[in-house]
């Protein structure tokens, strides 16, 4: 597949039949499911997009039955910036119902595969976008991340994926799961191509607010030769397999042959940040889910009254994983127990953001897994407390709304890709790009 540089460069008359034949090769490769729709209408390099992302007069459904027949009526501003830079949405890709989940099987449209290998999840929640990518079937895509949802399934689809810090792109027209810890990024295929698309989705939005006032550039000024502070956590990673263990040594090696200082740092037990999440995920996601009531977007169900219309909507459209959430967001948020749950996690919030903030006294870079394991087989995680540890390496970095890149490594003996993050302090998204080009490079390594 071609790089997003290169199709940058590409007339428009190559473009065309690019489109043509990826629109084929799509069609071809249905078991896959990675899309949910695809529609070659727009002029420019066809990008994937997460079904949770607003495109105008296009069905958008966060993946659930709720929202069945819903036409976006406006953009996101991530895709008038698309479209302003060339770029246009070719495909919607599937994903966990509403973002919740690590494995996209929660999706209303059916499990998308991993294209590595037919028996693994993909990861998720923006499994169908990773997959996209990992198949040939898109050149880059976008997804979200609350929890880790581009982080996660870019390492077990073997590409890149890119968190930004909270606040660098406007989450105008993203369909809110956590509105505190949501973030759209780039999925792509190589470091730099993440750094364009991050280039082209940033900057301020008056239409968000809390979006920052920032519009700085990282593409342009990319500099893998800079020799950084790069912070590694030895008894953190003790939690993960040995494939993570071993690719984790390969990157330390990697990094120090390219010139890069090694610290040694620690931090404080990771089931603290799962409590902390699931606190406050769950308690966001049960405000931004009470619109969906049948009366003013996508699928009704009409009942005696307007109350029952209202439980027979949301009992038939939301699946299991997401009445599960809206009963844990209630119970945290009711007023005998919010003081104990909702409270708690705010302040374990901020001790989680000051512990980064002190080790970012010290280095520019933290080096971190993405998973503590490569790619699960469908139906091994059954159980959601099994789904939610999952999350333990990359709740943290959404947490204190830094920024944070995973990107491949290597494969384990069975051919599964291995992906490791690295995390950068708040806004400095370069140095964050600049380390991530150098580990790709000095790796040396193509998924
Ligand atoms: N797996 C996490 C969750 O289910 C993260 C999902 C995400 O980042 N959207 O909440």
């Excluded at 995973?406 to 370069?430: C, F, R, T, W």
Aim: hydrophobic share 40%.
């Amino acid at each position: 597949m071609i790089t997003l540089k290169e199709a940058l460069k590409l007339s428009k008359e190559e473009l065309n039949k690019f489109k043509e034949d990826l629109q084929a090769k799509i069609a071809a490769n249905p078991e896959l499911n990675a899309y949910i729709d695809v529609n070659n209408v727009g002029e420019g390099i066809p990008i994937a997009i997460k079904d949770n992302i607003q495109v105008k007069d296009w069905s958008v459904t966060s993946g659930s039955n709720i929202l069945q027949g819903y036409i976006a009526p406006y953009n996101a501003t991530v895709i008038e910036k698309m479209l302003n830079a060339g770029l246009s949405p070719f495909g919607r890709t599937n994903m966990d119902e509403f973002a919740m989940g690590s494995t996209t099987e929660s999706s209303f449209y059916g499990k998308t595969l991993n294209p590595v290998n037919a028996e693994c999840v993909p990861g998720g929640s923006s499994g169908g976008s990773a997959a996209a990518v990992g198949a040939g079937l898109a050149i880059a895509a976008l997804g979200s991340d609350t929890g880790g949802s581009i982080r996660q399934p870019a390492a077990f689809c073997g590409i890149v994926g890119m968190k930004p810090t909270y606040g660098r792109v406007s989450r105008y027209g993203l369909g809110a799961y956590a509105s505190s810890l949501d973030q759209i990024g780039p999925m792509t295929q190589n470091v730099e191509d993440a750094a364009i698309l991050y280039d082209i989705i940033s900057g301020h939005d008056v239409k968000d607010s809390t979006s920052a006032p920032m519009d700085d550039k990282v593409s342009d000024k990319l500099n893998p030769e800079r020799k950084l502070r790069i912070a590694v956590l030895p008894k953190y990673v003790e939690n993960a397999s040995e494939d993570i263990k071993s690719a984790y040594a390969k990157a330390i090696e990697a990094l120090k042959a390219a010139g890069h200082t090694i610290v040694e740092k620690e931090m404080m037990d990771a089931k603290y940040d799962i409590s902390a999440y699931y606190i406050t995920a769950t308690a966001e996601a049960t405000t931004n889910l009470a619109r969906y009531d049948g009366i003013r977007y996508g699928n009704r169900v009409e009942g005696k009254n307007l109350e029952d219309t209202f439980i027979q909507t949301r009992s038939n459209g939301f699946g299991d994983e997401v009445k599960r959430r809206i009963l844990l967001g209630n119970f945290v948020l009711s007023s005998g127990y919010y003081e104990a749950y909702y409270v708690k996690a705010q302040k374990t919030r901020h001790i989680i953001k000051d512990e980064y903030e002190k080790i970012f006294q010290d280095v520019d870079l933290i080096l971190s897994p993405v998973a503590p394991t490569v790619a699960n087989k469908f139906g091994e995680l059954s159980n959601p407390m099994e789904m939610y540890l999952s999350d333990i390496y990359t709740i943290s970095v959404n947490l204190a709304g830094l920024p944070a890149l995973s990107l491949p490594i290597s494969k384990n003996a069975d051919g599964m890709p291995i992906g490791l993050q690295l995390i950068a302090k708040a806004y400095d998204e370069q140095t964050l790009f600049d380390g991530s080009l150098s580990l790709e490079k000095a790796i040396g390594y193509k998924a």
